[in-house]
């Protein structure tokens, strides 16, 4: 079975563990870009964008501990209430994919691969 978006269980589990430092405002997360189209390479950064009340400060602070952990590519998170440039926000509506979703049991994978566009703001 192909790995989910070119990332391995153990890159997975980092991404998680970041993720669960954010607190309730972050709600779900999903990837776009190359990744979630399926086009991406070895060394593809890896695009997520935010859903929930989250401040740009927290989204600021995910950021810094994706820079600082061991995963072997760039993460680039986006906070979709805080996008403002039309183009993008129609392009994440697209093709952004299910990646975790926060619930009572904590952060929960939610992996379907054909579910583009699935969360809204």
Known sequence: MQPLFGLRTEELDIIRGIL?????????????????????????????????PLDEKSADRLWTLFQESPLPFSVDVKRYSAIVYLPLRQHIDQVAKPLFVH???????????????????
């Open 103 to 121: 619930s009572a049991e904590g952060w929960v994978a939610e992996h379907d691969p054909d579910a583009a566009g699935a969360y809204h703001d």
């Open 20 to 52: 669960e430092t954010a607190g309730p405002e972050l709600e779900r997360v999903a990837v776009f870009g190359s990744r979630a189209q399926g086009n991406y390479r070895p060394n593809s950064d890896l695009d997520l964008v935010l859903y929930g």
